[in-house]
Structures are given as C-alpha cells and as structure tokens.
C-alpha cells in the first residue's frame, strides 16, 4: 500500500505563531485529504486537496503531486488549533492511508 | 445535510463476547468505509462497500467482518474479541469514490473497550 509519512511528529506553538505540517506519499494518488481530530476523536475534513492550492480562513494547504508531498499551513495559530493533524491518501482502491500524524500544542 | 452517524458510541464487552456496530452515511452516499484507530498501529482501513457490495478489504482476520444495506447503512461485525481489538472505530462514507471526487467524510466513531 502507499506509504504515508508526516513531519513533525510534534509541534509546540505560542499563540500568534505560524507552522507547517508536511506529508509525504510513496505513489500517486487520486485523493489527499487533511483531518483534525478533535478531542472526543470525531476526524473533521480540513481540506480535499489531491493537486494545487487551497485556504481557509487562517489554514490553507498545498499539494505537489508530481512530487508527492503536501503541505498544511496555519497561520496566526490560536489554542482551539490544538490537536493532532492527520493526513491520508488514497489511490484506485479508494481505500485511505493515513499518516501517523502530527500533534499540535498551542500555548497562551 | 446531517452528517455520518454511528451507534453506539461507547461499548464495553469481555473477551469472547462478539460486538455489533452501525453507521449511517451522509444521505446521498453509497459508500461506507470502516477504519480502526489504536494508539500502536493508527487508523487502520478495514473495509469498504459500495452498493452492498464489499469491494476491498484490509489485512485484518476474518473475525472482522461487514455489511451493507439497499439503504447504504452498514454494519461491521467483530465476534470472539480480544483484547487487543479495543479501539476506536470510525465510519466514513463518500458520495462517488469511483469518480474523480472521492472526499470521504467520518462520523463520530464508537470507541470500544474489551475486558
């Protein structure tokens, strides 16, 4: 199956601060989605992004399919971004792969 | 729209026990893909079924196993639990994942603790 590999494994913030979370993939894909999972462990869609560039409000995201890596951006982070970030991917078989994700901490 | 619905949401069996859990999709979607995270080995792909067909299937053994009904709900079945099947089970499901538009969407999950 594809291979998924996310980086940081962590990732500690003040409050106002930027980052970027990165996700590499071993094959093509047809699918590339990012996730915040929330406290009680529900996965809610951030971006579908299998190519190009996308934002909303202070996240955006971009994928290089042709290199097969994405990347998540947060801006101006705020402690409700506080989490893990996962992202996932999925080929012919619709099956998602996920990465191991990455864990968000935003100090006040 | 009402988003994926699963039930229970937290269920406590002993070993040996069998466990029966439901999911809803999205109302329009006739995909449903079943996933288990465990804090060793992640979120794990189960299976997937499109018009209650299954169409693909991850490495797990034959104790897992699933269902879809002509309404799209979708039911997966693990029987003789073990410990180690003690988890979060979450539910997705896509509206078209053969076209080029496959996002999935996951519901709130049935976290499941065996004894």
Known sequence: ?108 | KAGVTQTPRYLIKTRGQQVTLSCSPISGHRSVSWYQQTPGQGLQFLFEYFSETQRNKGNFPGRFSGRQFSNSRSEMNVSTLELGDSALYLCASSSNPSGSYNEQFFGPGTRLTVL
């Open chain 1, 1 to 108: 199956g594809i291979q998924v590999e996310q980086s940081p494994p962590d990732l500690i913030l003040q409050e106002g601060a930027n980052s970027t979370l990165r996700c590499n993939f071993s094959d093509s894909v047809n699918n590339l989605q990012w996730f915040h999972q929330n406290p009680w462990g529900q996965l809610i869609n951030l971006f579908y992004i299998p190519s190009g560039t996308k934002q909303n409000g202070r996240l955006s995201a971009t994928t290089v399919a042709t290199e097969r890596y994405s990347l998540l951006y947060i801006s101006s982070s705020q402690t409700t971004d506080s989490g893990v970030y996962f992202c996932a991917v999925s080929a012919e078989d619709y099956k998602l792969s996920f990465g191991a994700g990455t864990t968000v901490t935003v100090r006040a």
